[in-house]
């Protein structure tokens, strides 16, 4: 199960100059495409994105160095690392979800709560209107009296003048 170049169109050992070259760049990590120098061995985030059992170039380089009982070790090693990191992205995306569904369930809740005090809203505007136009309906009247009794004042001041310009004391 050991890899050797001679298995390869391409030598394994050669280590490219330039920039590492993008492989199968339908593999997305965390940190972007994967690239020829990337290795799941060694990175949990890439295995967690090639856990296809799909190794990359860097790793058949590692793996073809190896004797093929060490090989068959790292390759046990390998789908075992890989298993668990899936594993526990399935656990990390069960809390996700687990969160997820409280926080729809507090969504509903307040929306719940929001639409009650919208109504509670309603019913206090209503109050406060119908209070208004009582407060309007008593000022106007509480003016028109007021009104009504200057009118009579000033009509009693008027009735008292005339009653002691007309009240001549008799000696």
Not at 16 to 43: H, Y
Not at 104 to 116: P, Y
């Amino acid at each position: 199960m050991a890899f050797s170049s001679s298995q390869n169109n391409f030598d394994l050992n050669i280590v490219p100059d330039a920039q590492p070259e993008i492989w199968r760049p339908s593999f997305l990590s965390q940190k972007g495409p994967l690239m020829t120098n990337d290795s799941v061995m060694l990175d949990d985030a890439i295995a967690a994105s090639v856990a296809k059992c799909i190794i990359t170039p860097q790793d058949k380089k590692l793996l073809a160095n190896r004797t093929d009982a060490k090989a068959i070790n790292d390759s046990k090693a390998f789908s075992i690392q890989g298993a668990s990191s899936v594993s526990n992205m399935a656990r990390r995306l069960h809390v996700r979800g687990n969160e997820v569904q409280t926080l729809r369930t507090q969504v509903l809740i307040l929306q719940r709560e929001n639409k009650d005090l919208q109504w509670e809203n309603k019913e206090l505007k209503k109050l406060v209107d119908t209070y208004a136009n009582d407060l309007r309906k008593r000022y106007s009247e509480l003016e028109m009296n007021t009104k009504r009794l200057r009118e009579q004042h000033e009509s009693l001041l008027l009735k008292v003048q005339k009653s002691l310009k007309n009240f001549r004391p008799e000696a």
